[in-house]
């Protein structure tokens, strides 16, 4: 278990802005945690702090195994557009199944197990590359399917797709929770927020003005701001 | 103009009547050239990766240096090998010079610069791609250089295109090293100088011609593999 992350007055700044202010957070195993916010709150930096790909500036991010490989290991991060190899589908998840240092044996079956969880087994052998931006994205997520992490980021990752796309990967993003693993999901679309978030962590200028469950949040916001964000964008509510 | 007409006609009767000697030359040629493309891929792919996903104090510098070192005068890379496998230079008991082995030698390093050089172009735009991806994969340093190399080896066909080209058509440095002796290191381009200074125009003239069917054909063939694996792989 390399649950729970925490982050002790993590800050992050650059080019002599802040972007994320020293803020501390515990994230445990269990409810599916949704980073709400705005453009330009710092989601997305709040995500790469916490997934490793970003150095907090002052402060610091520990998961309780303290080894930082082993850490690495059980996570995985689909980002908002996928970025594949060009060679088959199949071939690009073997490719993270390898990378994680999985036995040869076990990963051409890993490997079939995720791209059948996705749908696309039947495009097991296309190139990755062809495959439409959905389907890639589903791909992203068999990459990380296969590689059985404890914990999940996603930074917005229905953002460039349209409606049915993104139902295909909630269902996805949904059978992840259903096997056990830890969902972070950033996103500023608040029904996604609803439909797969149980706790919402509310981003506002690289502050943590909120942490609610979903209900809760939606129904009463704490923070004026908070209020204003679920208003505007929802203006027919 | 009518004597560049007789030249130009002569040159392709002479192209066309090929005889076993001028087939020795051009074979001599692409097999230096083709030997210091092999090799300056094999060092300068690595070594352009290297570069581009590496992170070191000096970097930019070397990049610059590697950048104008794609402008070295071949005649300079001639002397400099020259001088390391004459007699009494530190690789002299090798006994290279003057053989088609120190001619490779010098075609490499004139072509290293180049072939490095854009591929670490290459790869550095695709890392700005790849990296957050690959980073999260777990896949850093070599293993994310050769990956890149993998991946993006359609665009750096260019890179290794642009050093034969450069290998087939110098004259300074196989000169030099090779001594343009004949039928040992006499290559296409030492014998259209020596025939040009001979005054035998023709000969010159259609070793030219050869020399950039040659060219064209390799760059015609690396066009038709690109474009039919690129359409494999999308």
Redesign the interface.
Known sequence: MILPLNLRQAAFSAGGREIIAALSLEIGAGPNTVILGANGAGKSVLM?LM?G?LEPTAGEVAWSDGDQ?RA??QQ??V?QR??M????ARANVL??LQ??GVATAEREHRADEALREVGLLHLAH?????LSGGEQQRLALA?AWALHPEVLFLDEPTASLDPSATREIETVIKAFDASGTKIVMATHNLGQARRLGDEVIYLHQGRVLERAPVETFFKQPASPEAAAFIKGELPWA | MQGFTYDLLESLRLVATLDLRLWEIVGLSLAVSLSAVAAATLLGLPLGAALAVGGFPGRRAVIVALNALMGLPPVVVGLVVYLLLSRAGPLGSLGLLFTPGAMVIAQTLLILPIVAALCRQAVEDAWR??E??L?????EGL?AAL?LIW??RFSLVTAVLAGLGRACAEVGAVMIVGGNIDGVTRVMTTTIALETSKGDLPLALGLGVVLIAIVLALNAAADVVKVSAQR???
């Open positions: 790469r997934h790909l490989r690495r290991r995985a991060m980002f996928p970025v190899l060009r060679r088959s490719f993270a990378a994680a296309r190139p990755a590359r062809v990459r | 791609e790849y957050e991806q980073r999260s994969l777990g896949v293993p990956t991946d993006i494999r792989v999308g």
